[in-house]
């Protein structure tokens, strides 16, 4: 048996019921075979088991109370998976499916990705199984002041920096923030994607949709296009997705449509940017009501789905972006995606296609950009407001900007100059695993088996 199935196997027994985790592992583990067979001290020096155990988890309860007076009881999450590189880094999820599973396999692509934007910034993942959506702005407080009361002992700006993710904007981060200041007395960048009031940074709002547009544009670029005149499929109507539609636009392409967790909007002629930003990050309502303003447009609620997949990518467009969560793109969306000409997809989300729809992806020969390259552009940017808050500087949006640019430029050509160097030109799967890989694996080697 080989040293990556048989840990593969070991990981299975020790942490049961973790699919989404053994997914993840899989998927980068079946990259690393050529860079494991070619350095026979990564196996000896047990790289790959130490890297699948987290270096630490936590688990709490976070009890509050609901605006009716009644108790509630959530489970809060924090796993600080790789310290090689720099700070545990990465964002809390607040949504009803958080479990052990979805937070280690994010934590573990989080490993990978942050390694990848070449910052000195560590692996880690947090959360907690409660939904925001629906709550008052006091039981969100509540909830965010409980949970910081158990995780503000782990966390600190040298130590482990939470940021956003799923159910966590500015507004949690805000509430967050305040309970840690108060309970430690100190002002630090604890977290990022803070308010631009106090401390945040030009760009971290934007920056996972805009660099996912980037480095779709970096693939297209290296096959002799450009994004001019795509029509792109977006998924998701959160911060990833209206980002990416923003940018999009700015580029000349054009977004077709969006979706949430009630539906899928279908517009033909581009979706209405502002309208979307106004249903979902002002008055946080469902897209159906997009339909009432844009009678052409088509809406598709997700009961009426097709049972092996999305109405989303059923669509024929130019180019997909999938930003909206986990697993979202199964086999039979990226048979449709295919056979309707897309040639082009990149990952806003993470681990949004299930590991058969990126095999079609790869055997096609599209330009694919895997989640933890192509949505690199949000963590990158925290790590810059990261810098920002050490040197108490705030920098102009062209400047974070052009430095998001760079970075996603720079992650594109490592992943496809490794994936050249091992005989899959254009695989920027195996390109961006064994990258991200070969930086974190020589540092833990250079730090003694800790
Ligand atoms: N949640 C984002 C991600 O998946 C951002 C993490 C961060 O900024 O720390 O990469």
């Given amino acids: 048996m080989n040293y990556i199935h048989k840990t593969v196997l070991d990981l299975k027994h020790s942490s049961p019921a973790q699919t989404e985790f053994y997914q993840a592992v899989e998927e980068v583990l079946d990259s690393l075979e050529p860079v494991l067979e070619g350095n026979s001290n990564y196996q000896r020096q047990a790289i790959i088991q130490r890297m699948v155990e987290p270096e630490r988890q936590i688990m709490f309860r976070v009890p509050w109370v609901d605006d009716e007076g009644n108790i509630q009881v959530n489970k809060g999450y924090r796993v600080e998976f790789n310290s090689a590189l720099g700070p545990y880094k ?135 296009h450009s994004l001019q005149g795509y029509r792109c499929l977006v998924s998701g109507a959160g911060n990833v997705a209206i980002y990416a539609m923003e940018k999009l636009y700015q580029m000349g392409a054009i977004p077709i449509s969006c979706s949430d967790s009630s539906g899928t909007i279908y517009h033909a002629t581009g979706v209405d940017l502002p309208l979307v930003k106004q249903l979902k990050q002002q008055q946080r309502t469902h897209l159906e009501r997009y339909i009432e303003v844009h009678p052409d447009a088509n809406y598709t609620p997700v009961a009426d789905y097709p049972s092996d997949g999305h109405a989303v990518w059923r669509y024929s467009a130019d180019a997909a972006f999938p930003c909206a969560t986990q697993n979202e793109l199964s086999k039979t969306d990226a048979e449709s995606l295919l056979a309707n000409g897309c040639h082009l997809v990149s990952e806003g989300a993470n681990m949004p296609s299930t590991h058969e729809a990126v095999n079609l992806f790869i055997a096609a020969k599209i330009a694919y950009g895997p989640g933890k390259a192509a949505n690199a552009g949000g963590v990158a940017t925290s790590q810059l407001e990261m810098a920002q808050n050490a040197s108490m500087q705030n920098w102009s949006f062209e400047k974070v900007d052009q430095q998001l640019q760079q970075i996603m430029k720079n992650i594109f050509v490592t992943a496809s100059d490794t994936a050249k160097e091992f005989g899959q030109d254009g695989n920027l799967v195996t390109g961006a695993n064994i990258a991200g890989f070969r930086r974190v694996a020589d540092a833990m080697i250079e730090q003694g088996i800790v």
């Fill in 90 to 224: 990465g964002g809390l999820r607040f949504h009803p499916t958080v479990n052990a599973s979805i937070i280690k396999f994010l934590g573990f692509e989080q490993i990978f990705k942050n390694a990848l934007t070449g910052l000195p910034i560590g692996g880690g993942k947090g959360g907690a199984n409660f939904d925001p959506k629906g709550r008052s702005d006091g039981e969100v407080m509540r909830f965010c002041q409980s949970f910081i009361n158990e995780l503000y002992r782990h966390i600190g700006p040298t130590t482990d920096v939470p940021a956003g993710d799923i159910g966590v904007g500015a507004r949690e981060i805000g509430y967050m923030f305040g309970q840690y200041k108060r309970l430690t007395g100190r002002y630090e960048g604890v977290f990022t994607g803070k308010s631009l009031l106090w401390g945040g940074s030009l760009v971290r709002k934007e920056a996972t949709g805009y660099g996912a547009v980037y480095f779709a544009d970096y693939m297209l670029n290296a096959r002799g």
